[in-house]
């Protein structure tokens, strides 16, 4: 069964504090995404990856970096956290052009962070 | 840009209704169009899909049809059961556009009781 990880389901977090959540992903798919859900405003994109050490800002970037060093794995971080980055955020893989169909992404369980 | 409107939730209905969620899109070509369903405490799943105008995606007993000259999308079922209970949101992806992924709508949240 196809699986997309996120390391911790929900994290408290302080202002001010560097926060890392992880990705994982086994159907060594290209792409990869950070999108964070808040409500009555959907799912907004934050960054995404389409290769190993590339990365493409999304919608909302401001506050957040990624980093991708290996095909499987996409990191979300937030240099210093605040708390209008309280939020679910989900991760999500696809396959390249080529090799599927554009947009049939695979999403993780969602990371809930609170920032106090 | 593109974008895509779903009708304002929550939706409440009783078991064995008949359910339809209204999506309509703007999109500059001729995008692919998906339906994912987030079951609560869950991420997103792939509900059904169609990739040209007048195809349909099924899945579940779920229905949507891709309607090209209404820029619409819109999710239907004959009977919905309370484990029906989800938030469904209405995607678009443009072709050529598969690295960036999908532009949501903002989810329509749906309560069915029994």
């Known amino acids: 069964d196809v699986k997309v990880t996120q390391s911790s389901r929900y994290l408290v977090k302080r202002t001010g504090e560097k926060v890392f959540l992880e990705c994982v992903q086994d159907m060594d798919h290209e792409n990869m995404f950070w999108y964070r859900q808040d409500p009555g405003l959907g799912l907004r994109l934050i960054y995404f990856s389409y290769d190993v050490k590339m990365k493409e800002k999304g919608d909302i970037p401001e506050g957040y970096s990624v980093s991708r060093e290996k095909k499987e794995r996409f990191s979300l971080i937030l240099e210093s956290a605040s708390t209008n980055q309280t939020s679910m955020y989900l991760c999500a893989s696809s396959f390249d052009l080529a090799s599927g169909i554009p947009g049939e992404l695979f999403f993780g369980e969602g990371s809930r962070l609170t920032v106090l | 840009g593109n974008s895509v409107t779903q009708m304002e939730g929550p939706v409440t209905l009783s078991e064995e209704a008949f359910l339809t969620i209204n999506c309509t899109y703007t999109a500059t070509g001729y995008p692919s169009l998906f339906w994912y369903v987030q079951y609560p405490g869950e991420g997103l799943q792939l509900l059904l899909k169609?990739?040209?105008?007048?195809d349909k995606g099924s899945n579940k007993g779920f229905e949507a049809t891709y309607r090209k000259e209404t820029t619409s999308f819109h999710l239907e079922k004959g009977s919905v059961q309370v484990s029906d209970s989800a938030v469904y949101f209405c995607a678009l992806s443009e072709p050529g556009g598969g690295a960036d992924g999908l532009t949501f709508g903002k989810g329509t949240h749906l309560i069915i009781q029994p």
């Open positions: 169609a990739t040209k105008a007048d």
